[in-house]
């Protein structure tokens, strides 16, 4: 067939290179035991879905990561979002918030509100969730270095509003070991680093039971020019990590698997991605089940919230950015996404404008209620491709794992760079594949307006963002008790040079208005700074 | 022979976003210049001392996180206090258009946005930054 029919002259492969062929069969699957390979949804090996109903139960939660500017602003776009449908909050930190310092400080200046909202304080969390009741809807905060830090804040906001901890829910991005691989926003050292993780992993086990300890996070590692396979083992294996280390502090795997979750890309590739996903909660039951030995069906589930792909958008034309981002918004659904952020048109240019995220919410609400994608659950398996396609990124992940078995685990391989080189080439190959397009990026290498102009609103931030901020955390600081703040800090000095739980420590300093950068300056001092080896 | 064109890639302030800045240090290293790259968090000061100590000739500045404004006027200021002037800027990340007229009004040679093609860096700075022999 394909001699008399001649094929194109172009690059036949996915987005991260793999090879894809023209045709699929049953032989493609040969082998491939429903029972043991797919199950049904809720079912071991979960292949088809964490839960049994998945979208006609509920569907995913819509949850648009957002912040600017100061507590006030960011509540209101809350607000927006909440009466335009979205059903969960996600908040985005600025990046004094992200790396620990109080927008006071000299090395916030320039920084404060520009990425994210900027919290210094309780105070500030409380005007952030204003008008919102905390025990009737989930937050996700993303952070990590900070986490425990603005969890208890969070903690305190709720209480102050009368929610109890067992009522809130949420989740803590807290995934330290992506941040030397990919996102960079460290503070510490790994060791102390994944103290702390274990601490609040024991905490929220019996103090905060619907609340997600971890979202150990793939999305930066794609966003950092991996490729799929390489989100895919990079992410698990640091899950793995995660693991290994509860049960090294002395946590019954059951206890705290069950509040692990994941966060992966959406990204070009329709078909890879969804396979990907399968593969993913594949592989994460049958190593709980078989290496973790958890008994608990829930310690099994690979649950996860998916973003579309930041680095797919194009500053060039960008309304076509809300193409890109409804069919990787569809491939996250068909893959069984349980909550899912779509990116603004505009986010190659600005944090998004009112109109750009309200379109981004009404794509998701499209998905769900007008495409008919949700009546049925899984509705790909069975295809020769998509099955093939989710044992073979399984396989390869299976490689990547045996790789960082053999450098020594995930801790060591980032020691040595290995993540950081492997992500590093792909992202440059995939460059000098754009640069000699072999991949096309319309708009960009192709299909180019000349002297085009951007007809899009542009959110700014303003300088007197910065003003009111450093005003309002001095203004905390005068307020509150100053005693009480200097006595809690030595508390908390003096357990993160021992080996108590810190949470309850951190808990009582945010009560009392201690800012985050006295809580992270305090321990900076005990567990020290990390740096990283420039490489490139 | 002429002396290889000198560059040190930096990252300025909180910004962690390197996949841009690598991209572009292999970039100029693969078209022969000598690349130094000052790895991340790094504060005015600091990127004015390497690139004087390192004795470049163009400093590439990588930010994404907003605080352009407050961080390339800074570097820019650094340099010619240390009598280091000769050292060119470039930049690139999230750079919006109209700060990106205010940079160049302040001296910065070529800002490259977003879907710049590395051999259009390449290019400029063979073009501008070249030693003769």
New interface residues.
Partial sequence: MFEENPVQEIDFTTVSAEPVEPLYGPDSVAGLDYMRDLGFPGEYPFTRGVYPTMYRGRLWTMRQFSGFGTPRDTNGRYHYLLDHGQTGLSVAFD??T??G?DSDHP?????VG??GVAIDSPRDMEILFDGIDLSRITTSMTINAPASILLAFYLCTGEKKGARFDQMGGTIQNDILKEYIA???WIFPPEPSMRIITDIMAFCSSQLPKWNTISISGYHIR???STAVQELAFTLADGFAYVEAGIAAGLDVDDFAPRLSFFFNAHLDFFEEIAKYRAARRIWAKRMKEKYGAKDMRSLLCRFHTQTAG?SL???QPENNIVRTAFQGLSAVLGGTQSLHTNSMDE???LPSEKAVRIALRTQQIIAHETGVINTIDPLAGSYFIEAKTREMEEQAEDYFRKIDELGGVVKAIEMGFFQREI?RS??EY?KAV?RERKI?VG??RFRLEDET?DIP?LK?EPEVEIEQRNAVRKVRADRDNDKAARELARLKAAAQGADNLMPVILDCARCYCTEGEIIETLKNVFGEYQ????? | MARKIRVL?AKP???????G???V???LRDAGME?I?????Q?PEMIAESAVQEDVDVVGLSIL???H???FPRVMELLKQKGAEYIKIVGGG?I??EDVGRLEALGVAKVF???T???DIVAFIDKNFAHTA
Avoid: W
Wanted: with cysteine; glycine share 12%; net charge negative.
């Fill in positions: 990046m004094p992200i790396m310092y090395r916030a200046e320039g920084e520009r990425c996102q960079k926003s966003e950092a020019g680095c194009t500053a060039q190659t240019l600005a590093g992202a440059y460059q640069e990026v960009m290498n951007i542009i931030i990283e080896p420039p490489i490139f | 890639i302030g909180l910004d962690g976003h390197d996949r800045a690598k991209v240090a292999n970039a690349v790259y000052t790895g991340l968090h504060t996180s907003g605080a404004m407050t961080m999230i919006p258009e946005g977003p879907g093609d590395t051999r």
